[in-house]
Each structure stands twice: as structure tokens, then as C-alpha cells.
């Protein structure tokens, strides 16, 4: 077993260390299962599911990753969205490897603590935290990879080209200037499907990592089907505005309603309000995220329209 992080970090021990504990931990569940699970049942939730790129993905695999979208709250058709994830997760780590890109046991020691960092736990408290729920720690651990692996791709494919001038930096500090810190603006969708259509609302959740992908969803449709908002906080109505605030960016609500049609409400991204004498360097920063954020998601598109995915 590899030891595989996103921004995970160890203080209280070596890498060597770490790896061992999660390797140790991980070897003796499997000794368990192996001693409480019958033979038939414990090879069926290792068989294959999907190969994508003839890189497989398990029943096992796709169980675990429905358990920790579950821990993330994610809503959603949470079985569908984790074969998905785990497809999405393959083209990463394909196109890091084209690219001769590799994660570090640091980078993985950084990547996990950075992200139990954003719930404010250490890595070996989070991993126990998600181990109660029956997550094994390579589950994590593969999640972490992609991600720092796919980091490395869209930052050495776009970075150059994701690069802003001085002009669109003053813009931004510009358009903050006065204000207090916090959020300059949110940009949101509202698509429109009939309350009664339960099928066809499951069937789009699935579909939705991005709001980008509101476009294919409402192609052909009427056009106010779907619509994108940019505005203020101040502008935003009341009941919108308080979805909002519980949702990160590509998180989704479908509690609100417009007449007899469901609204699927989508976070697309804020544009933070810099205060007055911030660092450029900072709003620097912000913008070419956000840019090569936009660049990746188009590439991963691309892999994935180009992928043989296939079942066993």
C-alpha cells in the first residue's frame, strides 16, 4: 500500500511512521473481514465495477467513496455521485501520469492535514473520525492523490496561460474598494424542474458536479429553464440568500420552490471583497485560482469525452 495524502500533515510522526500505523490499521481489518466475511461475499465486493481506461474501479472502491461523500453531507444521489467521483478520480491520476507528474509522501502528508485542517482536526483525529463510519484510511488517502495529482496537471498544463495582468488585479482591488471585508458578490444558478418528476430531478442531481454542467443538463430546454446569477449579498432574496449561505461552491439545495416547480439552487463561486491595502499578491493569487480552476474543468471534460469506459 502506498501512503497517499492531500495536504494532510503529521507532526507527531515520521512519514515512515504514518504509513506503517495506516498500513498496520488497514492489514488488520482486512485480517477481520477475512475472518468474519464469507469467501463468495468478500471477492464480490472486490470485483470490478467500471474499467475506465482499462484502470479498474471495485464494488469495495465505490462503497467506501459512498461512505465518505455521506461523512461530507454531500446531497444528492450519493451512490451515483460516487461511481462518478471515482471515474473522474481515474482520468486524474491517467493524465498525471502522461504527464510524469507524482505525489510525494510529503505532499501527501500535507494534503491530509490540509484537508482535516478545513474541520479543524488533525490528520490522525480525522481519520479516526471517518474510520468510525467504516472508512478505511486508503479511501482517504486515494481521495487526497487524485486531487494532489490532478493539482500538478492543471497547474503545470495552465499556469503559464492562468497567469493575470496588473490591470486585472487594480480591477478587482477597485471593485472592493469601500467596502468591508467578506463577500463582494455570489454567483448562483436556479434550475427549474417539475415537483412532481422525481426521476428526472434524481436523474439531473447525478449529473451536477459543476455548475457547468447546468448547460448540458438544460440543453434544448426553454430558456428560463436555467439561470445564472451574479449579485451583491444585499440583492439576493431572502429565502435564496439563506441557501446560500449553508452552501460551498458546487454544493446544491432543493428545498425552495417557484409554483409548481422544484428549484435545484447551485453555488457557483463568491468573489471575496478585499479589503482596502490588501496584499496584491493575494488578489493575485484569487484570480488565477479561479482561472485555472475553470481551465481544469474543461480538461477533465475533455478526458472524460475521450475515455473508453466500459463495464466488466
Keep these: ?68 461523500l455521506v461523512l461530507f453531507r454531500t446531497q444528492g444521489d450519493v ?18 501520469d502522461q504527464a510524469g507528474i507524482e505525489v510525494t509522501d510529503e505532499q501527501m502528508v ?52 492562468a497567469q493575470v495582468t496588473d490591470a486585472e488585479v487594480d480591477r478587482a482591488i477597485s471593485n472592493a474598494a469601500g467596502g468591508a471585508t467578506g463577500t463582494l458578490a455570489i454567483e448562483y444558478a436556479e434550475y427549474l424542474v417539475n415537483e412532481t418528476d422525481t426521476g428526472k430531478l434524481a436523474k439531473t442531481l447525478s449529473r451536477l458536479d459543476t455548475c457547468d454542467d447546468l448547460y448540458g443538463v438544460a440543453k434544448g430546454e426553454p430558456e428560463e429553464t436555467l439561470q445564472f446569477y451574479t449579485l451583491p449579498p444585499a440583492e439576493i432574496p431572502a429565502a435564496v440568500k439563506a441557501e446560500l449561505d449553508q452552501l460551498d461552491d458546487g454544493e446544491i439545495s432543493t428545498r425552495l420552490t417557484r409554483g409548481p416547480a422544484l428549484v435545484i439552487l447551485m453555488m457557483c463561486g463568491r468573489t471575496a471583497n478585499f479589503a482596502e491595502g490588501v496584499d496584491r499578491d493575494t488578489v493575485r493569487s484569487a484570480l488565477v485560482n479561479q482561472r485555472i480552476g475553470t481551465y481544469a474543468n474543461g480538461l477533465l471534460a475533455e478526458l472524460k469525452a475521450d475515455a473508453i469506459i466500459r463495464e466488466p
Design 110 to 161: 500535507e494534503g491530509m492535514a490540509e484537508f482535516a485542517g478545513r474541520a479543524n482536526l488533525s490528520t490522525e483525529q480525522f481519520l479516526t473520525l471517518v474510520g468510525q463510519q467504516g472508512v478505511q484510511p486508503e479511501t482517504f488517502q486515494d481521495f487526497i492523490r487524485a486531487g494532489l495529482a490532478w493539482r500538478g496537471v492543471v497547474r503545470g498544463r495552465f499556469g503559464p496561460s
Design 79 to 96: 451512490a451515483q455521485q460516487a461511481v462518478d467521483q471515482l471515474i473522474d478520480d481515474r482520468l486524474r491520476l491517467f493524465a498525471a
Design 1 to 68: 500500500m502506498t501512503c497517499q495524502t492531500e495536504k494532510i500533515g503529521v507532526k507527531s510522526m515520521s512519514l515512515r511512521t504514518a504509513c506503517q500505523s495506516v498500513g498496520a490499521f488497514l492489514g488488520l481489518t482486512l485480517l477481520a473481514l477475512a475472518g468474519t466475511v464469507p469467501g463468495a461475499e468478500a471477492q464480490s465486493s472486490f470485483s470490478p465495477v467500471l474499467y475506465v481506461n482499462d484502470r479498474v474501479i471495485t464494488q469495495f472502491e465505490v462503497d467506501q467513496r459512498r461512505r465518505l
